[in-house]
């Protein structure tokens, strides 16, 4: 009973985590940038083989969950969807799944960001551990939060690289004020 009742959470949250990025955020956009393909790749193929390692190596049998983990799991989901609605409604048109910067590009400050350089890896951060907490068996949890992190690290580097070459000081100043993407944690 427990194992169904995860599984259609983890469902849940994950299809609700993935609309604004499909539906929301603009794709396609047709305006001159500069783009950091290889990091950005990297990092994308670490993150992704972090969570899938998550979600290969599955709690067996009826004991999929303690109640500790059935209601911390969703806690993390909403917390993980709220942030990617909100990082994606602020972003705008600086939305983009490759590291780059717009000729407009702006640096955004606001919402979610004002919180962490980074909300859409937070909120995917928030994910895997609710997908961690609802379906993974021990000790597979810290190799999915290792890759994780390492392609998260390459991606972060790599985008705040870009954006102190770009707005300089501005930057830097808002990168000594709020931290990368775990909220107290610089």
């Known amino acids: 009973m ?39 790749r990297i990092g ?6 972090g ?12 004991a999929v969950s303690s109640p500790a983990r059935m209601a911390g799991g969703p ?6 969807i709220v942030l990617a609605w909100t990082a994606v409604a602020h972003l705008g048109r600086q939305f983009r799944i490759h590291a780059g910067l717009y000729v407009d590009h702006e640096l955004v ?20 551990l609710c997908t961690i907490l609802l379906l993974t068996r021990w000790p597979w949890p810290v190799a999915a939060l290792v890759l994780y992190v390492a392609g998260t690290e390459i991606r972060v580097r790599t985008e705040d690289g870009l954006l102190a070459s770009r707005f ?8 000594r ?3 990368a993407y775990i909220p107290l944690v610089r």
């Open 75 to 80: 806690v993390l989901g909403v917390i993980g």
């Open 2 to 40: 427990l194992r169904g009742i995860a599984g259609v959470e983890l469902l849940l949250c994950w299809v609700v985590w993935w609309y604004p990025f499909v539906f929301r955020a603009p794709h396609r956009q047709k305006r001159a940038s500069i783009t950091a393909l290889l990091p950005t």
């Open 168 to 175: 300089g000081e501005e930057f830097e100043a808002y990168r």
């Open 51 to 62: 969570i899938g390692v998550a979600f290969n190596f599955r709690v067996p049998g009826a």
């Open 109 to 128: 400050r606001t919402g979610p960001y004002a919180v962490v350089r980074h909300p859409i890896y937070a909120s995917l951060l928030a994910m895997l």
């Open 44 to 49: 994308l193929l670490l993150e992704t083989i």
């Open 177 to 179: 004020k709020v931290p």
